[in-house]
């Protein structure tokens, strides 16, 4: 094979009249430039090595009747193992996730039992950037250093996830400030997500646990404090 490569390269950098086809179809041209400005950077197989990686234009002679090329053989051996050896890293070294990745993924958040608090697996997958408060920390913690294409269920415990219970998160307020922060006419049942307007600006929620003529009773831990979760990750794409 690599023989009859030198010999289509002698044929076509010839000054015979009967290769002037061979020289137009390759760019290559009679005379006037060197030959690593035109008649080698024109050819479709050595092109793409010399762009992308730069190499020097490679030095030729010219004789009475041709312009030669040194180094055929080793060109194309070089080639050959350069594009082997890149193609092998690529395969080999799949994207990871930094911490200001942007990622297409499925995810599922699912209680300890397997219960499924939110998933996309049933539909499109999700889009997003890490470091943008899109996921929760702790989540995105979990994703740094996986591959693209990888997929992980982590077990997370109470406090590697929305934390303890705190007992002093349960506080009694008065109905006239839940009037205030409620819409007119407001049904409230037991169980209710209710927000709330802090006094230094920002909201915050509670369940309600109890609801009084005067008072009612909120639980301000989080709805998943003290639950051991699964967060399992499908990568898809990570940029």
Not at 19 to 39: I, N, S, T
Not at 203 to 220: K, P, Q, T
Request: aromatic share 8%.
């Amino acid at each position: 094979m690599l023989d009859q490569l030198v010999a289509q390269f002698d044929r076509i950098l010839s000054l015979d009249a009967h290769a002037q086809e061979d020289r137009q179809q390759f760019g290559v041209r009679q005379g006037a430039r060197a030959l690593g400005d035109q008649a080698l950077a024109g050819t479709l197989l050595f092109r793409p090595v010399v762009d992308a990686h730069r190499l020097r234009p490679f030095n030729c002679v010219r004789s009475s009747t041709a312009w030669r090329i040194g180094p055929v053989l080793p060109l194309v051996a070089y080639n050959i193992g350069l594009h082997a050896r890149t193609n092998t890293m690529t395969q080999a070294s799949p994207a990871v996730v930094t911490d200001s990745a942007y990622l297409t993924l499925h995810y599922r958040l699912a209680t300890a039992e397997g219960t499924d608090i939110v998933t996309t697996f049933a539909g499109n997958p999700a889009t997003l950037m890490l470091g943008q408060g899109q996921l929760a920390p702790f989540l995105e913690q979990r994703l740094i250093g996986m591959a693209e294409g990888s997929h992980q269920t982590f077990e997370l415990a109470p406090a590697e996830g929305f934390g303890e219970r705190n007992p002093e998160l349960i506080q009694k307020v008065s109905r006239a400030t839940l009037d205030e922060n409620s819409a007119p006419g407001a049904d409230y049942k037991i169980g209710d997500l209710v927000d709330f307007a802090a006094p230094g600006g920002g909201r915050f929620a509670g369940v309600l646990r109890e609801l009084g003529d005067n008072s009612a009773i909120f639980d301000f831990n989080h709805p998943l404090a003290g639950k051991a979760l699964l967060f399992e990750v499908k990568l898809i794409s990570v940029l």
